[in-house]
């Protein structure tokens, strides 16, 4: 299996910037995609981006331009890079691998709150 820890939520002014960090262990060669996924309190759990292992990236329309997924296979690690934050940003961040059998594994998500 695998175990994802995430590292880098906070509290941050709108406008600012924050990374997201998520390292994984344990049967890390099955991982194929890896993604942060996103929920504020009451709604649904959104996509925020993906990276593949070859590199490939997808974002939401409502993150695209501000925040830059990347992963460093070196280090069995992936980042979000957020920046130009808004409130509406404010959720808990999950980090999410997806092996090559397309099983999922999350992370304990990580709280991330933008204040004006």
């Known amino acids: 299996q695998v175990q994802l820890v995430e590292s880098g939520g906070g509290l941050v002014q709108a406008g600012g910037s924050l990374r997201l960090s998520c390292a994984a262990s344990?049967?890390?060669?099955?991982?194929?995609?890896m993604g942060w996924f996103r929920q504020a309190p009451g709604k649904q759990r959104e996509l925020v981006a993906t990276?593949?292992?070859?590199?490939?990236?997808n974002y939401a329309d409502s993150v695209t331009g501000r925040f830059t997924i990347s992963r460093n296979n070196a280090k069995n690690t992936v980042y979000l890079q957020m920046n130009s934050l808004k409130p509406e940003d404010t959720a808990v961040y999950y980090c999410?691998?997806?092996?090559?059998?397309?099983?999922?594994?999350w992370g304990q998500g990580t709280q991330v709150t933008v204040f004006s």
């Open positions: 999410r691998a997806l092996t090559y059998n397309q099983n999922p594994y």
């Open positions: 344990g049967i890390i060669v099955s991982i194929n995609t």
């Open positions: 990276i593949t292992s070859t590199y490939g990236t």
